[in-house]
């Protein structure tokens, strides 16, 4: 069992998680931080910035170097209005960047954000331990027999539409209980096949306005209760509900990325996907602290 304490506030306090990767037992005891490496053109914020192999294993290392606990690679953008690629595409690109990144850093913990199976798969056979899925499952009726069947962790997030379209007038009644009840289905779905490591992301930016958004993440800690054996990942770093809300632009988004992320630690979350891996290693020591007062 490895136990992944590395730069945790002293004491216990957040409550800690288990995920089995490749083999590995991993106990984090405090939140994790997923440091993103988009290795494409037109990301909303670093697309175009780590296309070649030496630019993307350089931010690789430094983000390792600088405490990120997981490295999600991804190939395709899924910003608002993006197309995706096609799966085989995707697959080799992914398979690609996956195994350079392994060899380079071969005690990572890799992530791949995919949400087709034959990306995965590939990905997985290539080296990754886990499966981040933008679309709980709902863009490939053989992604969740995929991830049972290569026995690896799963980001479950929530979304109702492909990139190019999630933004046309999204509409809910209650968003906690419509986004609690599509991760709950999807939840029984995988756990009937299965899958026992099952992450929950609520979804921040994805088929919601800038309004769902906010009202969901000021409601984090009941949805939290909801799900009280998974682990909440919280992904917003540098996204528009903070640069839009701040009239500026993705680049100047850290300090706005930084103040929820604090507040999502004391909602409860237990992983941050974050551009900013050394600002997110910060702001977790110091709310540990703060919890440990």
Known sequence: ????????????TFEPFMLCCGGRMLRYEAPAVMGILN???????????HLKADDYLSHAVTMATEGADIID????????GAMLLEPVEEA???ADVVGNVRRELPEAII??????????????????????????GAFDPEMFA?????????????????PDHMQDNPHYDNILQEVALFLSQRLHQLRLLGVKDVIIDPG???????????????????????????????????????????NTVPDDAL???????????????????????????????????LLNS
Do not use: W
């Open 1 to 12: 069992m490895t136990d992944n304490t590395n730069n945790s506030p002293r004491g216990q």
């Open 204 to 246: 921040f930016g994805f088929s919601k306005t800038m309004k769902h958004n906010y009202e969901l993440f000021r409601r984090l800690p009941e949805l939290k209760m909801l799900f009280p054996n998974e682990p909440m990942l919280v992904a917003v770093s540098r996204k528009s509900m903070i640069y839009k809300l701040l």
């Open 73 to 80: 690679i991804g190939v395709v953008s899924t910003r608002p």
């Open 146 to 162: 995929t991830v049972a069947d290569l026995g690896t962790p799963y980001v479950l997030m929530h979304n109702l539409g492909t």
């Open 111 to 136: 992530s791949v954000d995919t949400c087709f199976s034959l990306p995965a798969r590939a990905a997985v056979e290539a080296g990754a331990d886990i499966i981040n899925d933008i679309s709980g």
């Open 39 to 49: 290795v494409t053109s037109d990301s909303f914020y670093d697309g175009g910035r």
């Open 92 to 94: 080799r690109r992914l």
């Open 255 to 289: 300090i706005g990325s930084t103040a929820l992320h604090a507040t999502a630690l004391l909602a409860g979350a237990q992983m941050l996907r974050v551009h900013d891996v050394a600002a997110a290693r910060q702001t977790i020591k110091v709310i540990g602290e």
